[in-house]
Each structure stands twice: as C-alpha cells, then as structure tokens.
C-alpha cells in the first residue's frame, strides 16, 4: 500500500539531509517530501523568516499537497515542529516519528529541552551571529558532535550547507494537548548521538507514550550512517 510521508529536518540543516532516504522511500512506490523550512537548505528566505510559526506552516503546506494521511518524520529539532503540526492537524497524521529529536510536552520549548540536555556536544560551542538573531556551530566540532562516523565525503557535504539556525523557534513553548496526544508516535534513538543524548531521548520516549521504539547503534546523523536502516524503521509504521 503506498504511503505518504514528510520528513523534517532539524537546526542548521535542511531536506538535503534526507536525500538518501528519499530515493529509498520512493524506490518502495511512497509518496515521500523533505521540504527545506524557511531560513534553510535552498529557501530563499532568512532568519527573520526562520520562525516556529512559520516552520509549521510550511510543513502543513506540504501535508496539504498529500491525498490523504502522512506518516510524519522529524529529526532533532524537527521534532518540535512535528509536535506543533501534530496538535494543528491530528486528522491528518497517521503516525509521529521521532529520529534522535526532541519529544516535547505541553509548555516545554527547544531550549528548556536542550537545558537538560547536560552531555550534548552542542552546549558551550555555538556562537551568535552578528545580527544576534541565530547560532552557528563550532566549525572545529561539527564532525564531533554531528557526524563523527559519517564519512569524509558526507561530512563536506553537510558543512558546506549549513545555514545559521535562528533562535525565536528554540524558545517557543508549545501549546500541545488532547490531539497530539491521541497520534501515534514512534521514537528511534540513536545510542551514539553526540548531539542529544541517549539518557535523555529515553527519559523523551518514555514519558511520551511511544508505543514503538526502535535503537540504532550511530551519530545523530543515521540518514548518512544507516539510511537503509532508517527506511526499513519507517516502513514498519507503514505496514
């Protein structure tokens, strides 16, 4: 049975990151879309456009360019906006899927997550960008933290397109209730993640009701490292 789903990207990053996914995806028959979210990837838009109320909308645009249901995927800070879209639209989720990201509840914001988030590689090692609107990584670290067993050439690749993230989405408390909480949700952590630690997307997964969690041996990157295992994850929710 063909599917639909969407995938979305965290900070820094944009659709680029899930290419491989993609052609597995619809190698399969899927229906599969990887928007960049304004302010990334190949967005024409900048940081003032990079907000949480604009992220979703653009992810509830591509949902509405769907027939039907999607199974809706989010890394990292991805998964945020997933929770944000879950809320808006329960109707048209089929299922929540959370790749090493962020599993809110009710009036928590990125930050407050990531204050918790003690191990990450990711605290101490930003620095704000001269307008003071967003951050942008330790350029020394970004192999460490987000890709330390991808491979030379996947690293470049990702380096080399790399936007600032900008920081009004990082403090939105989302408002999240009955409907995000009625929607399916399936977590994948990720064992080596340098980025958002495994005690913490565990104490996520459990306190968020996953009625699957799946666990890959890698970085925060799995879309580079294991893409053939990512996929294989996502067709089970849509089986």
Same mark, same amino acid.
């Given at each position: 049975?063909?599917?639909?789903?969407?995938?979305?990207?965290?900070?820094?990053?944009?659709?680029?990151?899930?290419?491989?996914?993609?052609?597995?995806?619809?190698?399969?028959?899927?229906?599969?879309?990887?928007?960049?979210?304004? !302010?990334? !990837?190949?967005?024409?838009?900048?940081?003032?456009? /990079? =907000?949480?109320?604009?992220?979703?909308?653009?992810?509830?645009? =591509?949902?509405?360019?769907?027939?039907?249901?999607?199974?809706?995927?989010?890394?990292?800070?991805? !998964?945020?906006?997933?929770?944000?879209? /879950? *809320?808006?639209?329960?109707?048209?989720?089929?299922?929540?899927?959370?790749?090493?990201?962020?599993?809110?509840?009710? !009036?928590?914001? /990125?930050?407050?997550?990531?204050?918790?988030?003690?191990?990450?590689?990711?605290?101490?090692?930003?620095?704000?960008?001269?307008?003071?609107?967003?951050?942008?990584?330790?350029?020394?670290?970004?192999?460490?933290?987000?890709?330390?067993?991808?491979?030379?050439?996947?690293?470049?690749?990702?380096?080399?397109?790399?936007?600032?993230? /900008?920081?009004?989405?990082?403090?939105?408390?989302?408002?999240?209730?009955?409907?995000?909480?009625?929607?399916?949700?399936?977590?994948?952590?990720?064992?080596?993640?340098?980025?958002?630690?495994?005690?913490?997307?565990?104490?996520?997964?459990?306190?968020?009701?996953?009625?699957?969690? =799946?666990?890959?041996?890698?970085?925060?990157?799995?879309?580079?490292?294991?893409?053939?295992?990512? =996929?294989?994850?996502?067709?089970?929710?849509? *089986?």
């Amino acid at each position: 049975m063909v599917k639909n789903f969407v995938l979305v990207h965290g900070a820094w990053h944009g659709g680029w990151c899930w290419n491989e996914v993609v052609a597995l995806l619809e190698s399969q028959g899927h229906r599969v879309a990887a928007p960049d979210l304004p !302010g990334h !990837g190949d967005d024409s838009g900048g940081v003032d456009d /990079a =907000t949480m109320e604009n992220y979703v909308a653009r992810i509830c645009e =591509t949902i509405d360019s769907m027939e039907g249901k999607v199974i809706l995927v989010g890394h990292s800070l991805g !998964g945020m906006m997933i929770s944000a879209v /879950a *809320e808006k639209i329960p109707q048209r989720i089929e299922r929540l899927v959370y790749l090493c990201a962020f599993l809110p509840v009710d !009036g928590e914001s /990125a930050n407050i997550l990531g204050a918790r988030n003690l191990a990450s590689g990711i605290r101490g090692n930003t620095a704000l960008t001269e307008d003071r609107k967003a951050v942008v990584m330790n350029e020394a670290l970004i192999q460490q933290v987000f890709y330390h067993d991808c491979s030379d050439e996947q690293v470049e690749y990702a380096r080399t397109r790399l936007r600032p993230q /900008a920081l009004e989405p990082m403090g939105v408390k989302l408002s999240l209730g009955e409907n995000f909480s009625l929607v399916p949700k399936h977590y994948i952590e990720c064992i080596e993640d340098q980025a958002i630690h495994i005690v913490q997307q565990r104490e996520m997964a459990a306190r968020g009701n996953c009625s699957l969690v =799946t666990s890959f041996n890698c970085s925060h990157s799995p879309f580079f490292t294991s893409p053939e295992a990512v =996929t294989i994850a996502l067709l089970s929710d849509a *089986e």
